[in-house]
């Protein structure tokens, strides 16, 4: 039986959202040729600290990112679910949700280094595609890291259009650019009152404002 079109994920804490979220996943998903993808904030973080503003503002900011970009759309079921919740529950959520889709999940490098550290992260790939938005040149770091090695020769794949022929269980390595800035200094950029306007679009800028988020 042929799939239906993958779906993309794009989760995280987006506390704020920025283009260093943004920028990257958009060029991933053309080179994927992906057309839709779900941005997914967290409730509450379980692998880092907590988020500076409330699950509800965040999730108000990811809509007003969907608003500018129409390739994402926003997906409130963690935050609506109300408590902690691990990547693979978020994941079984959307496959009973999108069955005959194949599920693709997009992450950083930086998440691909820790992937072996993840909940059950094996069951993870037994459900999804994960889509790395990485430069190429920061592949030399996969090499220094040797459970990355094996975990790429186990599920690496070169072809795009395998996200769209398989159900799950596939790494591919998107070569994109980075971004270099991140939410925790856009954070204390806003804190000082310095300028963000080149990193944060205007209209989650005049939510933050708004708001009053990220005051000192």
Not at 7 to 18: Q, S
Request: charged share 20%; hydrophobic share 35%.
């Amino acid at each position: 039986m042929a799939l239906s079109a993958p779906i993309g994920i794009f989760g995280g804490t987006f506390d704020p959202p920025h283009i260093g979220h943004i920028n990257p996943v958009i060029e991933a998903a053309k080179l994927t040729k992906l057309t839709r993808i779900a941005a997914l904030p967290c409730y509450v973080p379980t692998h880092k600290q907590a988020a500076s503003a409330s699950s509800q503002d965040r999730l108000n900011m990811v809509r007003r990112v969907c608003e500018l970009y129409p390739l994402f759309y926003p997906d409130s079921r963690d935050i609506d679910r109300g408590v902690p919740t691990f990547t693979l529950d978020s994941l079984q959520s959307f496959k009973t949700e999108f069955t005959g889709h194949p599920l693709c999940f997009f992450i950083g490098s930086d998440s691909l280094l820790t992937l072996t550290t993840w909940h059950q992260w094996r069951d993870i790939l037994d459900l999804c595609h994960l889509v790395v938005c990485t430069r190429s040149a920061n592949h030399a770091q996969y090499q220094s890291c040797p459970i990355t090695v094996d975990v790429l020769q186990e599920y690496q794949t070169p072809d795009w259009q395998t996200l769209h022929t398989q159900s799950a269980g596939s790494i591919y390595l998107a070569d994109t650019q980075q971004v270099d800035i991140s939410s925790t200094e856009l954070r204390q950029r806003l804190q000082n009152k310095q300028s963000c306007n080149e990193y944060i679009p205007k209209s989650v800028l005049d939510y933050i404002d708004t708001h009053k988020l990220y005051q000192p």
